[in-house]
């Protein structure tokens, strides 16, 4: 047996990037999986394909999580769908990287009501509809623990996100649900590489001490551990995931 197989697995922003790659490995170890995207359909349905096509099970299931009827409908279309939720990957996030004086009251408000209230009130839904013995994970960001001009508005949601998973760990312990987040770093990844310079994500590159940057796949390695049996006695945590970034 795979040591996932029967467990529900919704992942959050994974019809591309981290999420994709997170939501096919899961899958692999043998979890019914929900592929959440928020306009990426076509994209989100090859996801599920070829999971299907390797003999596992999964939906794409749209849902904006800034908006609170989304995350309902998604938490109650995955129970109509597969009867429960095991596991939780709070991956859907948006970035927008501008100076100070350049933000905008819609670039901080679009941040924060995906970045923070979408996080948030998942957790709320798990709480209210994960199994015992659950599995919890947030994504953060490594940028925390950096000075980057132009990241102060995502900095500032990605830590609002490590203090709901600290917060809230008692909450679902009682439980025996953990909560942890994943903090990356600089990811290969569509997202990372728009309005970049090759220069510039050479200096990112040597920023760490691998000299490379991470691959979805080295993001998902980690989660896999945390939504594991092997990982009950970790919860409240934020698990840098970045190879010696910071």
């Keep these: 047996m795979k040591h996932l197989d029967g467990k529900v697995a919704m992942i959050t922003g994974s019809s591309r990037g981290i999420g994709r790659a997170i939501a096919e490995q899961l899958a692999d170890l043998g979890a019914n999986v929900v592929v959440n995207y928020a306009s990426s359909a076509d994209i989100a349905k090859e996801v599920v394909a070829g999971i299907v096509q390797k003999g596992g ?8 999580l800034s908006k609170m009827s989304d995350i309902e409908a998604l938490f109650t279309n995955t129970i109509a ?32 009501a995906l970045n923070v209230k979408g996080t948030f009130f998942a957790c709320q839904q798990a709480m209210k509809y994960m199994e015992n013995y659950g599995r919890i994970v947030n994504l953060s960001t490594s940028v925390i623990g950096q000075m980057f001009p132009a990241y102060s508005v995502y900095a500032g949601t990605k830590g609002a996100v490590e203090q709901f998973t600290r917060q809230l760990a008692k909450e ?75």
Excluded: C
């Design 57 to 64: 099970k999964a939906i794409a299931l749209h849902a904006d």
């Design 172 to 246: 679902f312990g009682s439980r025996q649900i953990t909560i942890n987040a994943v903090a990356p770093g600089p990811v290969n990844t569509e997202l990372f590489q728009a309005g970049k310079t090759e220069q510039q994500i050479e200096g990112m590159k040597k920023m760490n001490a691998m000299g490379r940057l991470g691959e979805p796949e080295d993001i998902a390695d980690v989660i896999e551990f945390l939504v594991s049996a092997k990982s009950q006695w970790v919860t409240g945590q934020t698990i840098r995931v970045n190879g010696g970034f910071i």
């Design 81 to 112: 769908e597969f009867g429960k939720v095991d596991i939780l990957v709070n991956n859907a996030g948006l970035m927008i990287t501008k100076p100070l004086a350049e933000v905008t009251e819609a670039d901080f408000d679009q941040q924060f």
